[in-house]
């Protein structure tokens, strides 16, 4: 009886310690989908074009790796650039760029965030999320300031509100 008691203890132990070293060892994450990434950044462009601004879109996944790019007719070249990093550094610190520069502005201590390779400090990378998780961004770039870039980024999010739950 005692080593059989012995034995079950000793199986229910492995086994606890099987699942929770799995457990910890393989994540399951929400990522953005080619079509969803497409959608937001057709809506993007067409949010900034109804605004007058040509602008280009990129919409990048959790890791910060693009997914989609549209550019409106008229966009300056130095937005596709300009874009994706937004986009890359809204993704990389789940926050709007816009956020992101105010508190480098205005924290001496996060004064050294231009200096993160791929950071670009300006308005219009803005975090696509699922409830409180970040599984992408999209960055804007060509309207006549970074302000204008968030607002077309917010619209197009709001277009596809339905698709984020």
């Known amino acids: 009886m005692k080593r059989t008691l012995t034995l079950a203890v ?3 132990a492995t086994a606890v310690t099987a699942h929770v070293a799995s457990a ?3 994540r399951t994450e929400k990522n953005i989908s080619l079509e969803l990434a497409n959608q937001i950044a057709a809506q993007t462009v067409a949010a900034c074009t109804a605004g007058g601004y040509a602008v280009t879109a990129t919409v990048v996944d959790r890791a910060g790796t693009v997914r989609a790019v549209q550019r409106a007719d008229n966009a300056g070249p130095h937005t596709v650039e300009a874009s994706r990093a937004k986009a890359f550094t809204s993704a ?3 926050a709007p760029s816009l956020a992101i520069m105010e508190n ?3 924290n001496p201590g996060a004064a050294n965030l231009k200096d993160i390779p791929g950071f670009l ?5 803005v975090p696509v999320k699922v ?5 992408g961004a999209v960055g804007v770039a060509g309207a ?12 197009a999010l709001a277009k596809v509100a339905d698709l984020l739950k």
Do not use: R, Y
């Open 121 to 125: 400090l300006l308005g219009g990378g």
């Open 10 to 12: 000793l199986t229910l």
């Open 144 to 155: 006549p300031g970074g302000h204008l870039d968030d607002q077309c980024a917010q619209a």
């Open 131 to 135: 409830d409180n998780e970040v599984i």
């Open 92 to 94: 990389s610190a789940k």
């Open 104 to 106: 480098s502005q205005k």
């Open 24 to 26: 910890q060892g393989v």
